[in-house]
């Protein structure tokens, strides 16, 4: 059974500091690994995947992810905080292309300006 | 093109009444999930469509969640006897379903459920 858990649920960074979300996951097989952001009152969306190849991945708005096998981990970071970055972030992970995904808690990023 | 789209946003009903979700995915996209997500937490799977069937309904929490998909497209979730701790909002998602690694769930905005 796979598992994802999101340390923190809130986070608070100032406004251009590093954002850091924290997952870690478990998986009886190679995972497929993605980080989703959720607005208030919109629906998730797809920040950035891991499926093969390289370990880091960069997604949209300046995020990137790493893998790390020997750890079962994938972070979410960026560099620069922006206010428009106040969301909730879902680390989530699936054991197969088009296979069903499991969540982590979620961890609410508040931006301080 | 239209995302995923959810209808009605927002339900509010009585324990114990009976309730349908709507879901109209991306055209064209072939695999449609149920999922459920609670206040305070991440979304749960419910139940996976690959075309009209149901390929895994391993989430869903008892036999008064069923939910299809008649055509391939259009997809409802339908919950009896409704009970308080239903109340949560219900997310539905598409993909191609290509078998391809690149696969993407597209999310909608979800509909919220409140039983009373």
């Known amino acids: 059974a796979q598992s994802v858990t999101q340390l923190g649920s809130h986070v608070s960074v100032s406004e251009g500091a590093l954002v850091l979300l924290r997952c870690n996951y478990s998986s009886s097989v190679p995972p497929y690994l993605f980080w989703y952001v959720q607005y208030p009152n919109q629906g998730l969306q797809l920040l950035l995947k891991?499926?093969?190849?390289?370990?880091l991945v960069k997604g949209i708005n300046g995020f990137e992810a790493e893998f790390k096998k020997s750890e079962t981990s994938f972070h979410l970071t960026k560099p620069s905080a922006h206010m428009s970055d106040a969301a909730e972030y879902f680390c989530?992970?699936?054991?197969?292309?088009?296979?069903?995904?499991?969540f982590g808690g979620g961890t609410r990023v508040l931006v301080k300006p | 093109g239209a995302g995923v789209s959810q209808t009605p946003s927002n339900k509010v009903t009585e324990k114990g009444k009976y309730v349908e979700l709507r879901c109209d995915p991306i055209s064209g996209h072939t695999a449609l999930y149920w999922y459920r997500q609670s206040l305070g937490q991440g979304p749960e799977f419910l139940i996976y469509?690959?075309?009209?069937?149901?390929?895994?309904d391993s989430g869903l929490p008892n036999d008064r969640f069923f939910a299809v998909r008649p055509e391939g497209s259009v997809s409802t979730l339908k919950i009896q006897r409704t009970e308080r701790g239903d109340s949560a909002v219900y997310l539905c998602?598409?993909?191609?379903?290509?078998?391809?690694?690149?696969?993407?769930?597209?999310f909608g905005p979800g509909t919220r459920l409140t039983v009373l």
């Open positions: 998602a598409s993909s191609r379903f290509t078998s391809s690694s690149t696969d993407t769930q597209y």
């Open positions: 891991y499926t093969t190849g390289a370990t």
């Open positions: 469509f690959q075309g009209t069937g149901a390929a895994d």
């Open positions: 989530a992970v699936s054991e197969a292309a088009g296979n069903k995904l499991t």
